[in-house]
């Protein structure tokens, strides 16, 4: 009768020590995932503020601002732009094969 008891209570020991191990493990894995939560909340935040960075960095009155300043750019008036226009027949005489210059587009052009 000892022995049985002897073997129940070692089983009983190891179980509650298996159970200690399995708790830990359990929280250290809840821990794990609450902060993995965190991270991904953070980095929604950081892609929804670059978003928005991104939103107010392309506005209109900031491109053309730019481009006024940076790239010396001009808005286009009638005074400054100069039409071009494109026949069949001139496109034939002037053909020596030149692919830039727009044949048989038969469009009105515009350049600056």
Do not use: C, W
Request: charged share 20%.
């Amino acid at each position: 009768m000892t022995r049985l008891n002897l073997v129940l209570l070692l089983a009983v020991l190891a179980s509650s020590l298996y159970l200690v191990s399995v708790q830990y493990e359990s929280r250290r894995l809840f821990s794990d995932l609450d902060k993995a939560h965190s991270a991904a909340h953070r980095i929604e935040a950081d892609n929804e503020r670059l978003q928005v960075e991104k939103r107010a960095q392309a506005t209109p009155l900031r491109v053309e601002k730019l481009a006024k300043e940076q790239l010396q750019m001009r808005t286009v008036t009638p005074a400054i732009t100069h039409y071009v226009t494109y026949s069949a027949e001139s496109s034939s005489v002037a053909g020596s094969g030149d692919s830039a210059s727009g044949r048989g587009s038969g469009t009105a052009g515009r350049i600056q």
